[in-house]
């Protein structure tokens, strides 16, 4: 079924350790985004790809880091995590980047201690 | 989220009864409007979305008004339903930020049977 995988589903991660959230999409969009959920925020865009080897700043892009190797991968990493970090994380992809339908993952549970 | 205010917070609704949530947005060069549904623990669902340049769309029981003079797009749901019962996020693309979507704190919606 074409869709986007995130994995892991759940991690706890000790605080300052490095951690790489998976996402992975077989329908051949152009655009990726990586959003954290917390309760009373919504969503919130952490970093998005218009497109394979471009990357771009979302609302809180701060210890966060992505790449774009490929049309199909768009990892996210913390590479220090701490506490404030522990959300819920989605990835979502389409067609194109803009004002686009968005299709989501079925999300990460990062808990930091 | 940033730009985009959605109310209210929590609906209850007697089911057979409709729900109306409403949110405001503030970039008057939004020109999409989608709303998605999340149930607990599940991925958010795109229902039903409009653009700039219509003022009302439907889908079976769902619809979406959207008034760009004030800035505001409303979804209502007739004839809800016990499944209906999810938490619905509004979301408006920002110009500033390459009209990326940017989501409302969602509306947790209760169905009594």
């Known amino acids: 079924i074409a869709g986007i995988t995130q994995a892991p589903t759940s991690q706890i991660l000790a605080a300052g350790r490095r951690m790489t959230l998976r996402c992975t999409q077989d329908?051949?969009?152009?655009?990726m985004y990586w959003y954290r959920q917390d309760l009373g925020l919504g969503l919130r865009l952490i970093h998005y790809?218009?497109?394979?080897?471009?990357?771009g700043k979302g609302e809180v892009p701060d210890g966060y880091s992505v790449s774009r190797a490929n049309t199909d991968d768009f990892p996210l990493t913390l590479a220090s995590a701490v506490p404030s970090q522990t959300s819920v994380y989605f990835c979502?992809?389409?067609?194109?980047?803009?004002?686009?339908?968005?299709?989501f993952g079925d999300g990460t549970r990062l808990s930091i201690l | 989220g940033e730009n985009v205010e959605q109310h209210p917070s929590t609906l209850s609704v007697q089911e057979g009864d409709s729900a109306v949530i409403k949110c405001t947005y503030s970039?008057?060069?939004?020109?999409?409007f989608p709303w998605y549904k999340q149930e607990l623990g599940k991925r958010p669902q795109l229902i039903i979305d409009?653009?700039?340049?219509?003022g009302e769309k439907k889908d079976q029981r769902i619809a979406v008004t959207l008034n760009k003079t004030a800035k505001h797009f409303s979804l209502h749901i007739t004839e809800t339903q016990p499944e209906d019962s999810a938490v619905y996020f509004c979301?408006?693309?920002?110009?500033?930020?390459?009209?990326?979507?940017?989501f409302g704190a969602g509306t947790t919606v209760t169905v009594r049977a």
């Open positions: 979502a992809s389409s067609k194109q980047g803009g004002s686009q339908p968005q299709h």
């Open positions: 329908m051949r969009h152009n655009a």
């Open positions: 790809s218009n497109t394979a080897g471009t990357t």
């Open positions: 970039d008057s060069a939004s020109n999409y």
């Open positions: 409009i653009r700039s340049n219509v």
């Open positions: 979301a408006a693309s920002i110009s500033s930020n390459d009209y990326k979507l940017s």
